[in-house]
């Protein structure tokens, strides 16, 4: 299984444990910490992860309402 995590850069602490307990249990994830380096097109690397992707998990917080509530206003 290859799980992509989606969260708000403002809970990455909480993210990054989830997405450790998922590795430690051998599940694949994406986590944009570990697959993104420096000179990567972002988008590229974000649209490859989902691809690849049997599973999307969303970190749903008060911080990544507020980031899709200012994405909608923009």
């Known amino acids: 299984m290859n799980v992509f995590i989606s969260y708000s850069s403002r809970d990455r602490t909480f993210a990054e444990r989830i997405a450790n307990r998922l590795k430690k249990n051998g599940i694949n994830t994406w986590f944009d910490h570990w697959a993104l380096y420096t000179g990567d097109s972002i988008n590229d690397k974000i649209e490859t992860g989902l691809a690849n992707a049997n599973a999307l998990l969303?970190?749903?917080s008060e911080n990544s309402i507020v980031?899709?509530?200012i994405m909608i206003i923009l």
């Open 67 to 69: 980031t899709i509530f």
């Open 58 to 60: 969303i970190v749903f």
